[in-house]
């Protein structure tokens, strides 16, 4: 059952609507939960004013109605608004506003532009537990997603006294972009997560967009040794930056009284990721600015000193650069190094919408020069794959990587409500040489396998023209890693199909004529939410004898490493079943499958 029909049947229930008139509607109901009062102002002005002490009010969200405007007013006192998109026919679901800490005789909600006889008046609760125990069969398992309401950007990533941080974008006032907090949750292996209460909400300078951690280790900040240093945009009028800090190890943040630290006259001034640089003794900001970024340092997080911008004439330019980070990153096989600057873009990326491209380069604390102005480099050759950031102070000098699984083509209408959004599973990044180039490796983070259990297959099989697997595993809920290396002997093309009872199919293609492999999720499942995401897509892995494949599932996400992460797909899907069925087909020729195994997946 889901949420929605639980709440609607708990209010059926327990709630009466006593009298109704023009300007004063008053709701009570059972004896467990005390009334509340609508009062009506006209013009669709109305205010709530609230008469128990239970933990939540629970507001009623119809994703298609308008968003409104309402203020928490305490002795009638604005203390924080919020955009919220009350139902007016019909809820979706619902999204509960915290009630602790307020005086509740004085709490009252002003509610603007929403008509007198929408569906809302009639349907706040007031509940002391808000269930998060989301039933939605989409939902993914092993991969992070918020509690409920919607995620997109990583930020601020750290470690620190071995526990990783993921704070994100996050609005808990629905399932779509809107009121940005810093959401958090902490794991100790990458790989469990738990959700920690919001860290950064909105304030008069703005929402809390994109930006980074630090931990301070020299007291450079004077916020305190150690101290975790945030630094997000403060997105109000103007984009600006600001910084908050923890000095109880990320459980809360001040802001710092001197906000905003950096201002500018551009309008898309955001994202900074924060570094500290060794050579230079310096802290570097990056900022992405319109289609550039901007290089600053300070010695102290809270000074800035503009430096240089880096983009003109270098990699795509079909939307604004966001998100950016910078790291050193090794390179395989080798003792070197060398600087890569990760570059998010949003429209431009190779299969319409949001990506990741990146440059290798030199960094000498105030310029960046790009090594290879000629090439575009992405990172991701999927359609799912954005915002991606590293973890500041990971441990064993990783650079451990984690993107926003969507697409801002889409991302607000992906077929699920009471949550939105799902990150990538984590992948170490390291350099190794292609062909003369240096590409960007993201291979799946060894903490991972400790998901796997039994393997349940392992076989090696000649395609000539088919060969079916009637059975992935024998019990299959969508969480499973196939794991396989193909010879090729003289096929043209090395295709194979993952689909379930239903028919609904994703489709792989390894063209060895153009040295491109392709996965189509055109007949997945559920595709028809929007027309911009059933495109193919491709990645240029080159004509190459054997290649190996490494392919995550989860519930709504298919994620193909090729050749341990020198080339990544990173793609949704929504089947209404689990796809537990692989048929494979040879053309122009035959190939051997070497190995083949699958591994269900499990949080332990
Ligand atoms: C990228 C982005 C960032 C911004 C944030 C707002 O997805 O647009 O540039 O800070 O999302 O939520």
């Known amino acids: 059952m889901s949420l929605f029909n639980n709440f609607t049947t708990h209010i059926r229930r327990s709630c009466t609507l006593l009298a109704v008139g023009s300007m004063f509607t008053i709701i009570s109901c059972q004896a467990t939960i005390p009334p509340f009062v609508v009062r009506h102002l006209g013009d669709g002005h109305s205010i709530v004013q609230l ?20 203020n928490v007013m305490q002795n009638q006192n604005n203390v924080s608004t919020h955009h919220v998109r009350l139902a007016i026919n019909t809820i979706d679901y619902y999204v509960p506003l915290d009630l602790t800490g307020f005086d509740i005789p004085a709490l009252a909600i002003k509610v603007q532009n929403v008509p007198d006889s929408a569906l809302c008046w009639r349907s706040f609760d007031l509940v002391n537990e808000f269930d998060t125990q989301n039933r939605e069969s989409h939902r993914p398992i092993y991969h992070f997603s918020p509690p409920y309401g919607w995620m997109n950007d990583p930020n601020g990533m750290v470690y620190k006294d071995g526990v990783y941080h993921l704070f994100y974008q996050y609005n808990p006032y629905g399932s779509m972009w809107g009121n940005m907090h810093w959401g958090h949750a902490t794991s100790q292996d990458l790989v469990n997560w738990e959700h920690q209460p919001v860290a950064i909400s909105p304030d008069d300078l703005g929402t809390i967009f994109s930006g980074s951690c630090v931990v301070d280790k020299d007291n450079t900040s004077g916020f305190g040794k150690d101290a975790i240093v945030a630094l997000y945009t403060s997105a109000g009028e103007r984009q600006t930056q600001s910084i908050a800090y923890s000095i109880d190890s990320g459980k809360s943040f ?9 201002t500018s006259e551009a309008p898309d001034f955001r994202d ?9 003794s310096k802290w570097i900001m990056i900022l992405a600015v319109g289609q550039e970024m901007q290089f600053f340092t300070s010695s102290n997080l809270k000074d800035w000193t503009y430096e240089s911008s880096f983009g003109e004439g270098h990699g795509a330019h079909g939307g604004v650069w966001e998100c950016p980070d910078l790291i050193e990153v090794p390179i395989e096989g080798s003792n070197e190094k060398e600087w890569v600057l990760l570059c998010n873009i949003n429209p431009g990326g190779p299969f319409g919408g949001s990506a990741t491209q ?32 590293t973890w500041s102070n990971a441990p064993d000098s990783r650079h451990i990587g984690i993107a926003w699984m969507s697409n801002w083509q889409y991302a ?5 409500q009471q949550f939105r959004s799902a990150n990538s599973v984590p992948r170490d990044l390291t350099l190794v040489n292609k062909e003369g180039n240096l590409i960007l490796k993201s291979s799946p983070s060894p903490e991972l396998e400790v998901l796997r259990g039994e393997v349940s297959d392992q076989r090696s099989f000649t395609v000539n023209k088919d060969y079916n697997i009637d059975k992935l595993l024998d019990k299959n809920n969508g969480l499973y890693e196939i794991v396989m290396t193909i010879k090729n002997n003289d096929a043209e093309f090395i295709g194979f199909r993952l689909f379930n009872p239903q028919g609904e199919e994703v489709d792989f293609c390894y063209n060895l004529i153009e ?11 559920n595709v028809s939410f929007s027309e911009d995401f059933p495109i193919p897509t491709i990645a240029p892995l080159g004509k190459a004898n054997e290649i190996s494949l490494r392919i995550f599932a989860d519930k709504s996400s298919l994620e193909l490493f090729m050749n341990d992460g020198e080339y990544v797909m990173t793609n949704l899907v929504f089947p209404s ?7 494979f087909y040879a053309k122009g020729g035959s190939y051997e499958v070497t190995s083949f195994k699958v591994y269900p997946l499990e949080l332990k």
């Open 272 to 280: 900074p990721k924060v570094i500290w640089h060794e050579a230079t």
């Open 51 to 70: 008469k128990n002490s239970n933990k939540f009010l629970l507001l009623p969200i119809e994703e298609s109605a308008p968003e409104v405007r309402i």
């Open 254 to 262: 001040i802001k710092y009284e001197g906000n905003p630290v950096l």
């Open 412 to 416: 607000n209408q992906v077929p699920t």
């Open 515 to 525: 040295g491109t492999f392709v996965m189509d999720r055109a007949r997945s499942g």
């Open 358 to 389: 990146y440059f290798i380069g030199d960094f000498d604390g105030k310029v960046f020069k790009n090594q290879s102005p000629e090439l575009t480099k992405w990172m991701d050759y999927g359609k799912d794959h954005y915002a991606t950031v």
């Open 577 to 583: 079943s689990p796809y537990n069925r692989a048929s």
